[in-house]
């Protein structure tokens, strides 16, 4: 089996600072880059594009008129990780000649740099990758269609931008005229762009990309944010009341309504953790199993820090509070007692769970599921194992931590084991027993049989056989059990993992375990 572990570091680096790639190897590089490549990498590179059109076209009259350097010009007066923004623009425009003369491995910074979900970006913004994208996949006349769909819009338009080989000009043009924006807390406005895309054939994923770009903004500027005028509220139907079952004496609920969150995490800004592989296979049977349960499903990927506190604070104005229950599922790698954000911070259990228990939600029933390590340690089927628990809570209203409690893939201080192809034991079992048999057992009988199931697995990992592994529910401050709806396939739910994730590049061994190795470099 592929296996690998939500603790491990990133033993894969990319050493190329001051080695591979330097100034003077930035300008043989220039050298091999026809114009159009160079407006490209300039497009994907900078970080304030409210301000990028003069520039990048001034940048432009300088190279017609000189040929110089404009790629190190820029970079010169932004240098700050000028390195990593270079590779991962050239990997995106697919350069590849460019690749083999530096002495890499496209297909190994493919895995990196090029996921097929078109959202992931590792050091450049990646609402500006999905609009590089967007102008690869238009032909000439949709160019022409679109511009002229444009400049209805805008009364003026700047008379010397006429080149439709420059989209990416164009489009910083729009930005600078404030007809979309793309700002650097995260904010974006696309929807003078989405109104055209809409009416075209053939471009749906970028499309639906674009416009899971306009509507995710408000997790990076929550308090500036309307929410009563946001369209993307209509999506979230207010529904029935819990309806108990006919034993309800027993205080057994039979739920009806539900949210569940999902934050999976696979990339990560730094060095020191690994690449999740496999955690897309785990978000999409993630979302296959509550959409068929009928719950309202949002996924976000990749958050740092404050997008996850913001999220989880949050949920009660971006989603509501009519639900019986609220399952918010954690992907990520992890240590003793929570879990680490994309920008590699760590985000303690107790945290998550004081951002999530308040007033607002104190009456629906809050379960966390959490697919991360929990420490160092290997379990193997004849350790002693033991349970390291701290629950010391400062509260300011101990009513709002009632109906709440976290099932964890791991005991604290202990792995847990991730296929990088087929996903997590812990949360496949999960959606399995909870497809299979959640409409019968109730919420903690089926608990006991995911234990039950995943306890039995093996597995080797980094030499070591007899790999085992024991999920654990903590806190349990529930009032009552529950039983989920009878689980029916979600039609949408399959069309939305097959569109978003076909070809995607995690299930090859080779490729995760090789190392940046240069080859020979011709620069």
Known sequence: MILSSDSERYIATLDIHGKKINKNILQKIEDDLDIDEKISILFLTMDNYTCGFQEIYDLLQEHKMQKSHILSKFFDKYPINWENKLLEAICIIQNKQIIQKLGLSFSILELLYLPKNRLCSRHLNSVGKCLYLLCEALTVDRIQLLLQNVKKDLIEYEKDLKDIDYLELHMLYWMQQKYISIHSDGKVSLYNLLKHLKRMDDLELIYEDLKYCENHQNVFDIKKTNLSSTSRLETFSTKEVVQMLPNNEKGIYKMKTGLCIIISQMLFLGQKFETRFGTTADSNKLLETFKGFGFTVKIFNNLKKYEILENLKNIPNEFGTDYDCIFVCILSHGYKGGIISSDEE???????????????????????????????????????????????????????????????????????????????????????????????????????????????????LNGTDSIAQLPELRPYRLLTDFQLPEYRMHNRALEYIYYHTKNTLYNDEEQTKATFKPHNCSY
Do not use: P
């Open 346 to 460: 760590e985000v303690s259990c107790e945290t998550i769970e004081n951002y999530i228990c308040c007033n607002e939600l104190k009456d629906v029933i809050k379960i966390v599921i959490v697919q991360a390590c929990q420490g160092q340690a290997t379990g193997q089927a004849n350790d002693s194992l033991t349970i390291d628990d701290s629950g010391n809570y400062n509260i300011s209203n101990i009513l709002a931590h009632q109906n709440f409690c976290i099932f964890m893939s791991t005991m604290q201080g202990f792995i847990s084991v991730r296929h990088k192809a087929e996903g997590s034991w812990f949360i496949q079992e999960f959606c399995n027993v909870l497809q299979d048999q959640g409409h019968r057992l109730t919420f903690l009988n089926a608990v006991n049989k995911i234990i039950q199931t995943v306890i039995q697995k093996r597995g080797t």
